[in-house]
């Protein structure tokens, strides 16, 4: 079966850094493009970062660029969220995600309109 399971949240007072972890099984995980989202309490679950399948592009939301950094281990089957320079808005939920497999008609295929997602892991930026 698909899993993600993700690891390193915690406490942390506003400044501090953690490491975020997802570990990956049961998919090609070097063909995957991999997702860091996060939801706090009363808000909308938001994308965070995302990596391609190589590593060689990454793209981050606004409020945490030049702050979070997305990283993969293609060997490990692991992808990395390093959150340095945390605030109080940062707390929340960070779930990994990746793509479900798509649906394929023929030649022709479509996005299946569904993800894997891991558990999540808490994050809790507090004095």
């Known amino acids: 079966q698909v899993q993600l399971v993700e690891s390193g949240g915690g406490l942390v007072q506003p400044g501090g850094s953690l490491r975020l972890s997802c570990a990956a099984s049961?998919?090609?995980?070097?063909?995957?493009?991999m997702r860091w989202y996060r939801q706090a309490p009363g808000k909308e679950r938001e994308l965070v970062a995302a990596i391609t399948s190589a590593g060689g592009s990454t793209n981050y939301a606004g409020s945490v660029k030049g702050r979070f950094t997305i990283s993969r281990d293609n060997a490990k089957n692991t992808v990395y969220l390093q959150l340095n320079s945390l605030k109080p808005e940062d707390t929340a939920v960070y779930y990994c995600?990746?793509?479900?497999?798509?649906?394929?008609?023929?030649?022709?295929?479509?996005?299946?309109?569904?993800?894997?997602w891991g558990q999540g892991t808490q994050v809790t930026v507090s004095s």
């Open positions: 995600n990746t793509n479900g497999p798509p649906y394929c008609s023929g030649y022709v295929c479509y996005d299946s309109g569904w993800d894997y």
């Open positions: 049961g998919f090609t995980f070097r063909n995957s493009a």
